[in-house]
């Protein structure tokens, strides 16, 4: 899906120990489902802590879609330029972002896809220069 950025995933290092560090799959290799972490040590004393724990919303995301998460955030959430970054359409960009939405947990709006193009098309007249600010306010708006 995004092969672009293989590299997202570099190891790391510890800088407490100089102990390499593997991020944590959040989906089992073997059947696909959520995993969860059941035990948290200390590096320095030794004290552990075992049980159930969750890895938060963002650990429910495939690999795939942290990379996406990572650029949306390098881009400040400027669809614009996730498109440029990624190669890939306004529609894709928004597709992925549902994607990563609806996996966290959350309800995704589903808009009309002729509403999507408009609005795009309204921004895409502003960035232009094809009409004002004001005029692309009052477009967006009326949607």
């Known amino acids: 899906m995004m092969g672009e950025m293989k590299g997202w995933f570099r190891q790391q290092t510890d800088p407490s120990s100089s102990q390499p560090l593997y991020p944590v799959g959040t989906r089992c290799p073997v059947c696909g489902e959520a995993m969860h972490i059941a035990r948290l040590e200390c590096d320095a004393c030794g004290s552990a802590l ?79 220069g094809r009409i004002t600010a004001a005029e692309a306010a009052a477009r967006l708006r009326a949607l």
């Open 50 to 128: 075992e049980g159930h724990f969750t890895l938060g919303r963002l650990q429910r995301l495939t690999r795939e879609q942290l990379q996406f998460v990572e650029v949306f955030i390098k881009c400040r959430g400027k669809i614009k330029d996730v498109e440029e970054e990624l190669g890939v359409s306004y529609p894709t960009v928004v597709a992925r972002l549902n994607e990563v939405v609806q996996a966290m947990g959350f309800e995704v709006r589903v808009e009309d896809g002729e509403v999507v193009a408009r609005r795009q098309q309204i921004l895409d007249d502003l960035a232009a």
